[in-house]
């Protein structure tokens, strides 16, 4: 059976068929204004047949693993911030633990779809090496890092797209993740905007301004397809640099996140 046909068939009457499929809970947890948040389900049958498909491909194991990397340190990271007492507020825990959730799935497919190859969990430090002493007992930190993880996550998967060109289908799941991811980076940011007092600071990127200024170096780039953009007729520096959402190399991510992974 091909998931992925099907899914492609129910896209021809409804365009939204396949984010409601794998994330039936993106909406509600965007709006969550009143409503239950349920959990959002990655089917199995998806890790199947990229295990199936692709368990042979070192490009696709590598890349895999890579993100099994990072998905792990999000995962644990949530897990670590939704037990401790008193640290998120009431009014946005319904926030946190749906993205908890929505990183636990990514590890579980992760891991199934590698399979024997999947590379086991790190033992992580999220203090940062001292710099984020208090990120389990003070929220404005928490959500500093929180927002820090989901924007290097997301310029992470980006940063892969083109090695996965020749595995179209891990390539669909991997934007389909770095959609999700950007998401919960909209929230986090949105969350350290106020929480930080930085008024301008918003959901999306504007240059490189961000919570953590190292892991927006390059977004504030106007070239794109090798044409720049730069003093483009009735738009902004601004706004050019926040239609591009700019790719990081594995090694700068890894750079980044390193010192969260105990060697």
């Known amino acids: 059976m091909d998931i992925f046909k099907i899914i492609d068939k129910f896209q021809q009457i409804d365009g939204d068929a396949a984010g409601r499929l794998e994330y039936a809970t993106r909406r509600h947890f965007m709006n969550k204004i009143g409503s239950k948040l349920a959990s959002a389900a990655i089917p199995t ?37 939704n037990a401790a007492a008193n640290l998120i507020p009431a009014s946005d825990k319904a926030i946190f633990t749906q993205i908890g959730k929505h990183e636990t799935q990514h590890v579980a497919f992760l891991v199934k779809a590698l399979g024997t190859k999947a590379i086991p969990k790190p033992t992580f430090d999220f203090k940062y090496g001292g710099a984020f002493g208090d990120v389990f007992t003070n929220y404005k930190t928490f959500v500093t ?31 389909q993740v770095h959609s999700v991811e950007a ?81």
């Open 45 to 81: 049958a998806f890790a199947a047949i990229v295990n199936k498909a692709f368990a042979q491909s070192a490009t696709a194991v590598e890349v895999l693993n890579y993100a099994l990397t990072l998905e792990y340190l999000e995962d644990e990271f949530y897990k670590a911030g």
């Open 145 to 175: 890092v929180s927002s820090a993880l989901e924007d290097t996550g997301v310029r992470a998967y980006k940063g892969q797209a083109g090695a996965l060109i020749a595995d179209p289908q891990i390539l669909e799941y991997a934007l």
């Open 183 to 263: 998401r919960h980076a909209a929230v986090a940011r949105r969350l350290a905007a106020t929480l930080l007092g930085n008024a301008s600071m918003k959901g999306w990127i504007t240059g490189k301004e961000g919570a953590v200024p190292a892991i927006y170096a390059g977004e504030d780039n106007m070239t794109q397809g090798g044409k720049d953009l730069k003093g483009l007729a009735s738009k902004s520096d601004a706004a050019i640099t926040e239609a591009f959402d700019e790719p990081l190399t594995k090694e700068a991510v890894l750079a980044i996140a390193g010192p969260f992974i105990k060697k």
